[in-house]
């Protein structure tokens, strides 16, 4: 399975909102449910910020939302602070049983 | 509060095997759970690698598949990855973490273990 396609960097100022897209195929994002989002800060593990398209985990920020339209995902963050800029990746979860990262989206609060 | 720690040898020959074990404190491997394998090449982006339910049912990358095992072991609350013939293309860090069943999300991760593929 291919690696699901995000732009390789986003940015935004403080206080402003941004959206970091994720695109795949009908044998992906389209045909389940089970796309996640995971925000990583420079040398640490990957953290889960959104499961299911659109339900944020117990502590994370209200800031965060998700959604999905036929075969693309979306990841959006509003009212940016200086502590979002990360690397932000989308999965899903695949026909095959397989699960599939994206790219990787560098985002760069200015 | 859940915890997973990656350990293994941090450095590889080529062509040889890598093993790592993530073993799993502050909760029981046996339960409703996926415990899965993801890697990261230095600078490069989150690889999903496969994923094993406590029954010892496994799902694996298909770009792996023909070099990669996962195992569990419920008496030690661990899991394994086994990945044989490996090149300097597997150089990376592996991370461990866990999904609950019926939902997409890995909730939980280790920290991360270094492997590197040299002679």
């Known amino acids: 399975q291919s690696a699901l396609t995000q732009p390789a960097s986003v940015s935004g100022s403080p206080g402003q909102s941004i959206t970091i897209s994720c695109t795949g195929t009908?044998?992906?994002?389209?045909?389940?449910?089970?796309v996640s989002w995971y925000q990583q800060h420079p040398g640490k593990a990957p953290k889960l910020m959104i499961y299911d398209v659109s339900y944020r985990p117990s502590g994370v920020s209200g800031r965060f939302s998700g959604s999905k339209s036929g075969n693309t995902a979306s990841l959006t963050i509003s009212g940016l602070q200086a502590e979002d800029e990360a690397d932000y990746y989308c999965?899903?979860?695949?026909?095959?049983?397989?699960?599939?990262f994206g790219g990787g989206t560098k985002l760069t609060v200015l | 509060q859940l915890q997973l720690q990656e350990s293994g040898p941090g450095l590889v020959k080529p062509s040889e095997t890598l093993s790592l074990t993530c073993t799993v404190s502050g909760g029981s491997i046996s339960k409703s759970y996926y415990w899965g394998w993801i890697r990261q090449p230095p600078g490069k982006a989150l690889e999903w690698i496969g994923e094993t339910y406590y029954t010892g049912n496994t799902y694996y990358s298909s770009s792996l598949k023909s070099r990669v095992t996962i195992s569990v072991d419920t008496s030690k609350n661990q899991f394994s990855l086994r990945l044989s013939s490996v090149t300097a293309a597997d150089t990376a860090v592996y991370y461990c973490?866990?999904?609950?069943?019926?939902?997409?999300?890995?909730?939980?991760w280790g920290r991360g273990a270094l492997v590197t593929v040299s002679s």
């Open positions: 999965n899903s979860y695949t026909t095959t049983g397989a699960w599939v």
């Open positions: 973490a866990r999904r609950r069943e019926y939902y997409s999300g890995l909730e939980f």
């Open positions: 009908s044998s992906d994002i389209e045909a389940y449910k089970f």
